[in-house]
């Protein structure tokens, strides 16, 4: 019986945080998760951010996904679910492209992609399926961005703070920052500092408790509101994401000699968190949601960008699972395929093995470089072949004239046969 792709999702689109929360989000949960899908699905792959949680699935039927949403009714009740193959792609290339996110062509999904195909990878519950669409869709995620703009146009104020940050400061890594607040602001701060890999991190909130399990998803500190002007001082960089004014007592910052580090201050709060007058010391830059506002770029153009990214999304969605459907109807393409990528892993293996303790980092660069390196160099002749097993179209180039293009072989005469 053929294998199809499915996909069920809860996000913030439908699903409030209470609800989000139910489910960890860790890589310890994820892994877990999938080892209990692994026993009834071919392939299974979890995404999962402080968004979505996304669990993409090859295997005869969607009954698997329906069962582990199921065991609690409440949270089955928030759950949609991508009940074909076409669906289930075309939703995970319309995420990896940023139209699914809170702000759209958000850049940062396309790191959490590849982290849910490393976590599969690292468990072996990704096979050849999820494993070439999981990397068709970072390439279909920057392919749109570049071709429409669409994270330059539609950006959010969370994007142009802490962009402005970048350029006063530098790298934000080693800086400490303070997150007031756990709501939606918040989460949006939060996961833009955790993807730049921001190593000092404080949480604090009137819910000591959300804001420690926040903490621990992100590898970040947490601490109680009320103790705020202790990590305020602390702090180079201080973040207002909730929703209620917060006291800091502004004059527990004013420079007591002139060496002190200056702090930038940015208040996204609705309304405002905190007064307006800490800006009036030296020691302190103050930037408030007006500050953001006269940035944001034009609506139309956003507009434009995301119906732009929608056809291209589906184009290349329709493309795969065309290729996905061939699979099963033209014998030769499997074989093909796994044929590439076995070469490709073999050969990685073997570079592997002569290089002196390669750190995980270069080892990880040097998977990238060497898929993208089989991927180009036999990509056109795996399109050739699919127009000769498939749609007969003799107007193709042959694949003797594609290998001899590729290869640069075209001194060489093959006799291969075109029919």
């Known amino acids: 019986m053929a294998k199809h792709i499915f996909g069920a999702e809860i996000s913030h689109e439908n699903a409030p ?35 979505r949680f996304v669990i993409y699935g090859v295997g005869q039927n969607i009954t698997p996904l329906i069962n582990f949403f199921f065991r609690d009714p409440i ?21 990896a492209s940023g139209l699914c996110s809170q702000v759209k062509g958000d850049r940062h999904i396309l790191t959490q992609v590849k982290h849910a195909h490393q976590v599969g990878l690292n468990t072996g519950s990704i096979g050849l399926l999820l494993d ?61 500092l955790y993807a730049d890999g921001c190593k000092h991190v404080t949480i604090v909130s009137h819910d000591a408790q959300r804001a420690g ?30 929703d209620r004014p917060v006291s800091i007592f502004p004059t527990a910052a004013k420079p007591q000699h002139p060496s002190l580090q200056k702090r930038f ?3 996204f709060g609705a309304p405002p968190n905190f007064d307006r007058a800490m800006a ?6 103050f930037f408030d949601r007006d500050n953001f506002y006269e940035q944001l770029p034009d609506a139309a153009r956003c507009r434009n960008s995301v119906d732009e990214a929608r056809k291209i999304v589906h184009a290349e969605a329709r493309e795969f699972v065309s290729l996905f459907a061939q699979f099963y109807t033209t014998p030769i393409l499997a074989p093909y395929w796994v044929r590439r990528l076995s070469t490709k892993d073999n050969n990685l293996k073997g570079f592997l093995s002569r290089i002196t303790k390669p750190n995980a980092r270069d080892a990880v660069r040097l998977r990238k470089l060497t898929y993208r390196f089989v991927h180009r160099l036999d990509d056109e002749q795996l399109r050739n072949l699919r127009l000769y097993t498939v749609t007969g179209d003799t107007q193709a180039p042959s694949p003797a004239d594609v290998v001899r293009h590729v290869k640069n072989f075209e001194n060489l005469r093959f006799y291969l046969s075109v029919n």
């Open 17 to 51: 945080l209470h609800i989000r929360e139910k489910l960890g989000t860790d890589d310890a949960s994820v892994k877990q998760y999938i080892q209990q899908l692994k026993k009834d699905l071919d392939e299974v792959c979890i995404l999962s951010t402080s968004s």
């Open 75 to 95: 949270l089955f009740h928030y759950v949609q679910f991508y009940k074909n193959t076409e669906a289930a792609v075309g939703h995970l290339f319309a995420t």
């Open 132 to 192: 070439s669409l999981l990397r068709e869709a970072v390439e279909i995620g920057r392919k749109v961005r570049a071709q429409t703009g669409i994270d330059q146009h539609c950006v959010s104020l969370v994007d142009l703070g802490l962009d402005m940050l970048r350029r006063r400061l530098g790298e934000l890594t080693e800086k400490k920052v303070l997150v007031i607040g756990t709501g939606k602001m918040a989460r949006l701060v939060l996961d833009r």
């Open 213 to 242: 399990v926040l903490a621990a998803r992100m590898h970040m500190q947490a601490g109680h509101i009320r103790n705020v002007a202790h990590y305020f001082m602390q702090a180079d960089i201080i973040v207002g994401a909730t």
């Open 265 to 267: 201050v940015l208040d």
């Open 280 to 285: 009036q010391y030296d020691s302190i830059e």
